[in-house]
């Protein structure tokens, strides 16, 4: 069982922006700014959209966006593309490497 | 260019033992912890294990802890995962993953490998 919570599913249409929640503790996501956010095509390799809770690597557009308050981080999709579509997983650090901090993931469909 | 390439998956009796392996090039390997996720079918993304930059802490998931061993090799930019007593519920594909930031892991994980698929069954 996993420590953070996500929604199972969000929608949208095509332009719209839809925002993925990631509910954590104070232990993890509340306790350290080291959130992060991966995309996954089906039968494709987790890809890094979003480190230290509002980075971007290099490549990746500036639709993607993350933020943090408390014990819940945010991915906010803006302009939603039809790529978009993906499973979308968080992660925190937790101090300690000694426990998995994986969300369930949220699967996005784009309308 | 960076690139992780994970080895050594296949099909395995249960009770027995298999050893992955991740290659890595085009970064300094041996300033980075190096991960261990694996995801089984139809299921979603667990952290394994974890080895430090220099090899001189690991860390394990509760589900892997005294069955898996993450070792590396600096001088071959290789990191090892090697799993014993395997379970059916081990089955997943493997990926090796490297950390966004040097030195201390951050469980953030920059680049991955394309897996590899255990299978445990008899």
């Known amino acids: 069982q996993s420590p953070l919570t996500q929604p199972r599913s969000v929608s949208g249409s095509p332009g719209q922006s839809v925002t993925i929640s990631c509910t954590g503790t104070?232990?993890?996501?509340?306790?350290?700014?080291?959130v992060s956010w991966y995309q996954q095509h089906p039968d494709k390799a987790p890809k890094l959209i979003i480190y230290d809770v509002n980075k971007r690597p290099s490549g990746v557009p500036d639709r993607f966006s993350g933020s943090k308050s408390g014990n819940t981080a945010s991915l906010i999709i803006s302009g939603l593309q039809a790529e978009d579509e993906a499973d979308y997983y968080c992660?925190?650090?937790?101090?300690?490497?000694?426990?998995?901090?994986f969300g369930p993931g949220t699967k996005v469909t784009v309308l | 260019q960076v690139h992780l390439v994970e080895s050594g998956g296949g099909v395995v009796q249960p009770g027995r033992s298999l050893r992955l392996s991740c290659a890595a090039s085009g970064f300094t390997f041996s300033s980075y912890g190096i991960h261990w996720v694996r995801q089984a079918p139809g299921k979603g993304l667990e952290w394994v294990a974890v080895?430090?930059?220099?090899?001189?802490?690991?860390y394990y998931s509760d589900s892997v802890k005294g069955r898996f061993t993450i070792s590396r090799d600096n001088s071959k930019n290789t990191v090892y995962l090697q799993m014993n007593s395997l379970r059916a519920g081990d089955t997943a594909v493997y990926y090796c993953?490297?950390?966004?930031?040097?030195?201390?892991?951050?469980?953030?994980?920059?680049?991955w490998g394309q897996g590899t698929l255990v299978t445990v069954s008899s």
């Open positions: 992660c925190s650090y937790e101090g300690t490497n000694t426990y998995d901090v």
């Open positions: 993953a490297k950390d966004v930031w040097s030195g201390s892991s951050t469980r953030q994980f920059e680049y």
């Open positions: 080895i430090s930059y220099d090899g001189s802490d690991q």
């Open positions: 104070i232990s993890d996501v509340g306790a350290y700014n080291y």
